[in-house]
């Protein structure tokens, strides 16, 4: 009697107002609400994800169906302010929900990886256990993936019911537009109930000197944390830290294959999480790092901080053996979840830290 009390809960709607679609800011040539024009004809994905309160508990897994990020921004154009440097590779992407929390993700991630990334999602569907008896289909049935309005009606609040082991929190399904990132583990970036989705530009201007500055050298970059306290790199400490290595078949957008090569150095998170203010979390953060001739790049705090051993970003001082030197500085940052390599630095003059207002 009290499981069927709970499943006959578990379908229950309550009416709501659907949420109004996100509004698209920033270095946008196109700026504006998230519209039908924005979305006909791009390709949805559909992944499975498990959804971490914002104290890291669990709340669901779920089905989801969306669009990639990066094709949404690409259908509104990017449009940089003139800030020194021509390229989108030093732009960080902020998404911001109705109950203020927020994800950052750099402008690399979302356009030079492999795969399609961070995902704006649409229609979602709770995942029951097998076990689940059969729920009346319909609208009300967490099994049917829902757009963002049919979500609006669902009340999970007995479904916690049906779980084994440690009673989990209230389950819920997440409301309004979604940004889910299949590629963090559990805990990583997610935003329910989107307000706004803004292309961010650091917001210094750099000097762009890559035509004369092509043999500069920069012996040690200097380390700069959010206050602007800053510090040269200690080679010593460098040598000291435990070394990575990468091999790989480095390709570009601009002049494609570069060759096979193994590249040494250490990871960039083991610099500078001395950096990191106690108690920030570091998704909310991110590094621009700058080269002598002034070509620079954004790495997102979960690229740094939060990526897997075999992901991450490396700060190179060996290339196939040898040491770096003129034209590429003792040091090239190289992102390893990159499928281009436009974000590797060369002669490295500043890496920053800073954290998201």
């Not at 498990?50 to 989801?64: F, I, L, N």
């Not at 402008?107 to 995942?127: C, N, Q, S």
């Not at 690229?303 to 001082?317: C, D, I, N, R, T």
Request: aromatic share 6%.
């Amino acid at each position: 009697m009290l499981r069927t009390l709970a499943l006959s809960l578990c379908a229950l709607g309550l009416l709501a107002v659907a949420p109004e679609a996100p509004q698209l800011k920033g270095a946008l040539a196109k700026p504006g609400k998230l519209d039908a024009t924005t979305l006909k004809g791009l390709p949805k994905y559909r992944r499975l994800v498990k959804v971490a309160t914002p104290d890291g508990q669990y709340r669901c897994s779920m089905e989801v169906e969306g669009y990639a990020l990066r094709d949404v921004l690409d259908r509104r154009v990017i449009k940089k302010q003139d800030d020194g440097f021509d390229r989108p590779l030093d732009l960080f992407i902020t998404v911001k929900g109705r109950n203020g929390e927020q994800a950052l993700f750099s402008h690399g991630e979302t356009f030079l990886a492999g795969d399609e990334g961070a995902l704006l999602v649409e229609k979602a569907r709770l995942i029951l256990p097998h076990h689940h008896d059969p729920l009346k289909a319909g609208t009300n049935d967490p099994t049917v993936l829902l757009n963002v309005s049919g979500r609006q009606k669902n009340n999970l609040a007995a479904c916690a019911g049906c779980h084994e082991g440690p009673k989990p929190p209230a389950l819920s399904l997440p409301k309004g537009w979604l940004l889910v990132t299949p590629q963090d583990g559990f805990g990583g970036r997610f935003v329910e109930d989107i307000a706004e989705i803004t292309l961010r530009q650091v917001g210094t201007t750099v000097k762009d000197t890559r035509s004369t500055s092509k043999n500069a050298f920069v012996e040690a970059p200097m380390l700069v944390g959010p206050g602007g306290q800053g510090a040269l790199l200690n080679v010593e400490r460098f040598q000291q830290l435990p070394h990575s290595a990468l091999k790989d078949a480095t390709f570009g957008l601009g002049k494609g294959f570069h060759g096979l090569n193994t590249w040494e150095g250490v990871p960039l998170e083991a610099l500078i999480r001395s950096l990191l203010p106690p108690g920030t979390d570091p998704r909310k953060t991110y590094v621009v790092v700058t080269s002598e001739d002034g070509y620079r790049v954004v790495y997102s705090g979960s690229e740094v901080f939060a990526a897997a051993p075999e992901k991450g970003v490396l700060l190179v001082e060996r290339k196939n053996g040898t040491l770096l030197g003129k034209g590429s500085g003792r040091y090239t940052t190289l992102s390893r979840t990159d499928f281009y390599i436009d974000r590797d630095v060369r002669m490295v003059k500043e890496i920053r830290l800073e954290v998201l207002r």
